[in-house]
């Protein structure tokens, strides 16, 4: 079993355990074969009965992959090798050297409470990407497969360092090849639990970990909404920032961004970045009437259609409302006499009647009753006039939302804040997110019209961007 001060192959003086779990530790060491000695991490992995056969095929692929790689922010492959088993625990263990790299965790500042600012985000995005660049750039590339806080070290050089490429996989799916399925919960895309995981893969786990940095909340505990990681309305940041995270974070794989180099002169340049959605084309049948210019985009809602049906509804409601008149009068009456019975009674030093008191207490609870009645059939008919006669205009300008109600001459204006996300809710509406607040519309237009809009939405706020 190894221990501290135990010196491994002549050169690796064990000093302090940072990390072990089932048949694995890991260890701070020193190379006591250079001078002065140099601060190493030993990574240790058991070969015994219960381990499983995955797990060094891991182990030595990491080791591999690693002596090729020669990255600044990467640390560096020094050794592999293995140990004969000793008297005490009879494991034969396999070790992996690397250079130390001095500095915290991305996890273990957020566990101190640290809250990462929009420029520090965008720093740590820009490096963690110029290094995927070059992985994924190599023949094979190289995936990591579990990019998360923890495995993003803030140096004290102010640089970020990639490590733990204990998940690595070192060549790109092929036909009738299986890989081991690897990946954190919340940062891994759904392709790489399916054993598929591409360069892109890397970048969705690249988003969902800045969506960690953001928020302070891990992916896994905020919520979703077709499977997309809701995070925009827990943030102040730029919003050309929240939609580059929701692009690299698409859930679909074919409309996610698919490069680092792509990302990374997005994120640079503050250029949108286009998935390549098929073209969503508007109904022949919709009614909603689109003007687009480089400056404004209104989106002009139909009235309902007046069908026989909906007259004669409409006329019943109406009857119904007028209807309720004479009987709210009647009960007023009756609330009127009960009361000045009841007065009358008492101005004369009487206790109230027994059978006048019934009637005040009837008529008031008639009432109360009747005119809450009344009062949803008024909402009712308003809703309805609304439906049938407003017309709503959605209108957006310099990436402003304002929303427009004219009926008949009369005109409500509402204006919202600045533009954050944009989606269709499946069976329900479009919405858009606001700094202020969420505006929903489109409840009665049929999915494809609001799959439409929300595309012609937000390639009109790429445009206006570019």
């Known amino acids: 079993m190894v221990q501290t001060s135990q010196i491994l192959q002549g050169h690796y003086q064990l000093q302090q355990k940072l990390g072990h779990n089932a048949g694995r530790q890991t260890w701070l060491a020193s190379d006591i074969a250079t001078s002065p000695a140099e601060p190493v991490v030993v990574k240790l992995l058991a070969f015994s009965p219960q381990m499983q056969w995955d797990d060094f095929k891991l182990f030595e692929r990491e080791a591999q992959v690693l002596k090729q790689l020669n990255h600044p922010q990467i640390p560096r492959y020094r050794d592999y090798f293995s140990l004969e088993p000793e008297a005490s625990d009879r494991l034969r263990w396999f070790a992996l050297v690397q250079d130390y790299i001095p500095g915290q965790s991305l996890q273990q500042l957020l566990q101190q409470g ?47 360092y990639l490590v733990d490429f204990g998940a690595v996989q070192n060549s790109t799916a092929a036909e009738g090849v299986t890989f081991t399925v690897v ?18 893969s890397d970048l969705y786990a690249l988003g969902a970990t800045l969506i960690h940095l953001l928020t302070g909340t891990t992916p896994a505990d905020l919520p979703q909404k077709n499977m997309r ?13 929240v939609r580059w995270i929701e692009a690299i974070t698409e859930p679909d794989l074919e409309q996610r961004c698919s490069t680092a180099a792509e990302a990374l002169e997005a994120l640079q340049t503050g250029r949108s970045l286009h998935t390549p959605l098929l073209p969503i084309s508007q109904p022949p049948s919709s009614r909603v009437q689109l003007k687009k210019s480089p400056d404004s985009l209104s989106i002009r809602l139909p009235r309902h259609k007046l069908s026989f049906q909906n007259v004669i509804t409409l006329v019943l409601k109406v009857v119904l409302t007028v209807g309720s008149l004479p009987f709210l009068l009647v009960i007023a009456i009756l609330l009127l006499l009960g009361l000045a019975i009841n007065l009358a009674m008492i101005s004369f030093g009487s206790s109230p009647l027994l059978i006048a008191l019934p009637i005040f207490l009837l008529s008031g609870f008639l009432w109360f009753a009747t005119t809450q009645e009344f009062n949803n059939l008024q909402d009712e008919l308003n809703q309805n006039f609304v439906d049938y006669f407003r017309q709503k205009i959605i209108y957006l300008s310099n990436d402003k939302l304002v929303v427009k109600n004219q009926q008949f001459t009369y005109k409500q204006i509402k204006q919202f804040g600045r ?7 499946l069976f329900e509406n479009v919405a858009i997110q606001t700094k202020l607040n969420r505006y929903t519309f489109g409840q009665e237009l049929t999915e494809l019209e609001r799959q439409w809009l929300v595309q012609e939405i937000k390639d009109w706020l790429a445009e206006e961007e570019t």
């Open 229 to 241: 990681i809701q995070f925009s309305d827990r943030v102040s940041t730029n919003p050309t920032l």
């Open 114 to 160: 640290k809250r990462f600012t929009e420029a520090q985000v965008r720093k740590i995005a820009s490096d963690v990407l110029e290094i995927l660049t070059e992985l994924h750039s190599l023949n094979p590339p190289v995936l990591h497969r579990d990019i998360k806080p923890s495995n993003l070290i803030l140096g004290k050089d102010h640089r970020v």
């Open 419 to 425: 533009i954050l996300s944009v989606e269709a809710t």
């Open 183 to 200: 990946g954190t919960t919340g940062y891994a895309p759904l392709e790489q639990f399916w054993g598929k995981a591409v360069p892109a």
